[in-house]
């Protein structure tokens, strides 16, 4: 992994900061100008989640892809029976 990557926030990172970042709206215990900064992090945040399981999700499709490389339907890829 290199230095880059481990500075990038995990989705679970991302999803907790999002969860906290409602919160905190819902509330009404801050004032709308920091409402509005937090909603604009909180934007960023599902995009990062967004870019984070796009990624996850044609990992999947890679390794599910059959010998013809045509993608599983029911979600095995095939294998030779021995």
């Not at 990172?13 to 509330?27: D, G, H, R, T």
């Amino acid at each position: 992994m290199t230095q880059e990557q481990s500075k990038k926030p995990t989705f679970e990172q991302c999803l907790a900061e999002l969860e906290k970042i409602v919160s905190e709206i819902e509330s009404g215990q801050i004032g709308l100008e920091e409402s509005i900064q937090r909603y604009e992090n909180g934007i960023r945040l599902i995009g990062q989640c967004r870019s984070i399981l796009d990624a996850a999700e044609k990992k999947i499709q890679l390794l599910a892809k059959g010998e013809q490389g045509q993608l599983a339907v029911d979600g095995q890829a095939n294998v030779e029976e021995e």
